[in-house]
């Protein structure tokens, strides 16, 4: 179950005004398995394992869910919403609290969970071991108006280390090639000529982030 913050009354809808089945949807503890038993190798079929251990198997392209609230009724279930959010053919409402989801949301499913932005966008989530991090609270995460030398800061694989002060930093890229940064200098070994190449990005979010020590030399932690 998501932590509950007693202080959590805000502003912003309360999560409780959602419909109940989104509310489940959300915040129930269910796993949902994409390639496994039933639903191996079939893209549309997933299967929902839900609190009580029971299992049902959603079909997302005939709409469909095994279970008796979907079956009997006219509705969509609880484990045909969730599958919804957890493969991003849904974006969770930008209002919806982070921390009331399902702790293991998106655990297991090759995931591109969506919120809605708060300004219509749509941002993307990320997962750390299967946790998933608060776009706001996120430097990685990529969002709709980001420009492309950001987006590609922030996704592509790069290793940064800090090379010497005043803000020296080495940047492996993906491709292999290693290039030096002066986040002070504001300048990069790369051949792109654009006024902040992706890697000085980089090597900003991961200073902002504490992942690398700051232009002094100083660790993160240290004042
Ligand atoms: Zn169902
Ligand atoms: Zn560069």
């Not at 959602?18 to 038993?37: F, K, N, Q």
């Not at 919403?81 to 998106?106: H, N, Q, S």
Request: contains cysteine.
């Amino acid at each position: 179950m998501a932590t509950q913050n007693p202080s959590a009354t805000t502003d912003r809808p309360e999560i409780s005004d959602l419909p109940d089945r989104t509310e489940a949807a959300l915040m129930e503890v269910m796993s949902v398995l994409d390639d496994i038993g039933l639903a191996r190798g079939a893209p549309d079929l997933y299967l929902v394992v839900s609190s009580s251990g029971a299992t049902y198997l959603v079909d997302t392209l005939e709409e469909t869910c095994e279970c008796p609230d979907d079956e009997h009724r006219e509705v969509t279930c609880k484990h045909r919403r969730r599958v919804a959010f957890v493969t991003g053919e849904r974006p969770i409402p930008g209002w919806v609290k982070r921390r009331k989801l399902d702790d293991g949301f998106g655990e297991h499913v090759d995931s591109e969970v969506r919120f809605s932005a708060t300004d219509g966008g749509v941002a993307q989530a990320r997962f750390d071991d299967g946790e998933l991090t608060d776009p706001e609270d996120d430097p990685f995460a990529v969002h709709s108006d980001d420009e492309d030398r950001t987006k590609r800061a922030k996704r592509e694989d790069m290793d940064i280390s800090f090379l010497e002060k005043p803000g020296r930093y080495e940047v492996h890229s993906a491709s292999g090639s290693v290039y030096e940064a002066d986040v002070l200098a504001e300048s990069c070994s790369c051949p792109d000529i654009a006024e902040r190449c992706k890697h000085l990005r980089r090597v900003d979010i991961e200073i902002r982030d504490g992942l690398v020590p700051r232009p002094d030399g100083r660790l993160p932690d240290a004042n």
